[in-house]
């Protein structure tokens, strides 16, 4: 299988795993379970094939990306009660799939385009709009609001994919070398809680000091 398609389906299947968990915290049924499962998974690919004009899009084209999100929704289903914290588990796993699919996201807009800028947007997109679904659907706390930094992370990836790829290394050590970049940011972010300093509030200047 080669490697864009392998990270492909790898990266749905996590998706669809956090989805899944979700799921899980929610008590929902089988089929809120492949549904959010299914949201997650193909979310972001969905809108990427969208934004890059590719119609239909690749879970039309190939239903066994549906499957996937189903068979790993089912295997949740029947095993989330076995993890003690699913939520930390939902944030590795989602870590996994961000990098993942950062790469798979840039390879498929560096394809489509043959620009950089255009290929890291649309693996920051393919990485991360998956699980903002998820935790707006879920009720969860989303984890673009979490403190320590995520979409960066699929920025970084992304972009080292891209640089690898301009540099000249084949494509399995430049994916390798994305999928590492982003995997180490988000993952030192969940460990360490790596994060930018946030914006801190004013106080408005007065009407009369702009007159």
Known sequence: MPVLEWLDYA???????????????KQLDMIGFIFLAAVTGIG??????????EAPVFWVRNPNYLLITAAVA????FTAHLFESRYRLLLWLD????????????????????????????GMLTATLGGILRDVLSGEPSVLMRPEVYVTAALVGAGAFVAATFAGLPLVAASGIGVLAAFIVRGGALRFGWAFSPYRSRPGRRPEDIM
């Open 11 to 25: 990266g749905v299947a996590v998706f669809a795993a956090t989805g899944a968990l979700a799921a899980s915290r």
């Open 44 to 53: 972001g690919g969905t809108v990427r094939d969208l934004v890059l004009g």
């Open 74 to 77: 089912i295997c949740v289903y």
């Open 95 to 122: 870590a996994t799939g961000l990098a993942a699919y950062s790469v798979m996201g840039a390879a498929k807009g560096l394809a489509a385009s043959g620009s950089p800028t255009v290929a890291i947007v649309t």
